[in-house]
Structures are given as C-alpha cells and as structure tokens.
C-alpha cells in the first residue's frame, strides 16, 4: 500500500502567534518546505461525529488575503461535497455564498485601491 505524507512546520513567537508556516508533502513537485501565509486543516471524529478544524495563519497575512483565503475554502468544500455526496444542490448553495462574498471583497479592495 502507498503512502503518502503532508508535514507542516510552524515557527512561533513569543506569544506562541505563528510567524512562518511551512508545508511539504510527498506529491508536490516541488522539493522541500515552501513558505505559505495560512493553513487550515479539517479532521473528521468518527467516534464523537464531528469535525475539528484547525486554522493557522501567518501574524503578516493581509486581511484581505485571509478574506480570499476563507472565501476560497468556500468553493473548495463545496466542490467536495459535490464530489463526494453528489449532492448538488446543497453544493450550489456553498457556490452561491461564496460567490456573494467574493463580490463584498472585490467591492472593499476597490475601495483600499481608491483610497490610495
């Protein structure tokens, strides 16, 4: 059987707020740890019937980047759940919030952008 890995390295400050994160895993083509601003990693508990998120993001990350970012993970699960259930209409809904948010930040970077 195969085996495949992701490793994520953390470097903390002082107040244990993460400064740099770094990934690496056996199938990316790139060799080594590269440098990312956020993560986030959800694990499903079969015993307890529930998820456990865990999000981490760099103390630089720019808002609207961690807007992006999460607005992002929006499509992602609902590309999953379109996927994995065939659930499509529950998946369109997901699309539509997403696309609705995307719409608010693209509005507010307009606005940082005018205000520059």
């Not at 992002?72 to 997901?94: F, K």
């Amino acid at each position: 059987m195969a085996q495949k890995e992701i490793k994520f390295t953390i470097e903390q400050d002082e107040e244990k707020i993460p400064e740099k994160i770094y990934w690496e895993a056996t199938d990316n083509p790139n060799e080594g740890l590269e440098e990312t601003k956020a993560i986030a990693v959800g694990v499903w508990d079969h015993f307890h019937r529930g998820t456990l998120f865990i999000p981490l993001w760099s103390k630089d990350m720019e808002v609207l980047d961690m807007k992006r970012f999460c607005i992002e993970m929006l499509g992602c699960v609902a590309d999953t759940l379109r996927n994995a259930t065939g659930d499509e209409i529950m998946a369109a809904e997901i699309d539509e919030v997403g696309m609705a948010l995307s719409k608010r930040l693209q509005k507010e970077m307009q606005a940082v952008q005018q205000g520059q």
